[in-house]
């Protein structure tokens, strides 16, 4: 009908147990959060908690980033979402794995131990830097940081 108003509803939150996809959003310089069932953003947030997780990159996606010198998604992080806000890289206090990747030196995540396929639980979060640590008013760089408890029973499959 015309002059009809249409509500569209805002997207549904993730609820534990829901898979998701988690990459940095350059744009934004935060993480985007996806819903694997529907392809659709539903949250962005400065920090998640995902268990199950399984470290993607598209190597089409990385082979036009390498072309055009220009980033786009195509690396992510997919796993079961346990919480977001407000998590702390010190939850696992000890034992970790820092987890990075940057398409013009790898074609996969890695570690300083390799490459990095699979996890049980990853903690994504930001990391703020001061452009000048004498000056706050600055500004700050935004740092994406990824961790991976370092268990002792680790399965070696999903490294290299």
Not at 77 to 95: H, I, N
Request: glycine share 6%.
């Amino acid at each position: 009908m015309i002059g009809e108003v249409i509500r569209l509803s805002p997207p549904p939150k993730p609820h534990p147990g829901d898979l998701v996809e988690v990459y940095f959003n350059l744009h934004k310089k935060i993480f985007s959060v996806r819903l694997v069932k529907t392809r659709r953003v539903v949250l962005h947030t400065d920090s998640i908690i995902l268990k199950d997780v399984t470290f993607k990159v598209s190597e089409a996606g990385r082979q036009r980033v390498l072309k055009e010198k220009r980033k786009n998604v195509h690396a992510w992080a997919r796993g079961t979402f346990v919480e977001a806000g407000g998590c702390d890289l010190a939850v696992w206090p000890g034992k970790v794995v820092r987890v990075k990747y940057n398409p013009y030196k790898y074609d996969t995540f890695v570690t300083d131990f390799g490459p990095i396929h699979t996890a049980s639980q990853a903690v994504l979060s930001l990391t703020y830097i001061p452009k000048n640590e004498y000056d706050r008013r600055a500004g700050y760089h935004i740092v994406p940081e990824m961790i991976v408890p370092r268990e002792e029973d680790l399965d070696t499959r999903g490294y290299g």
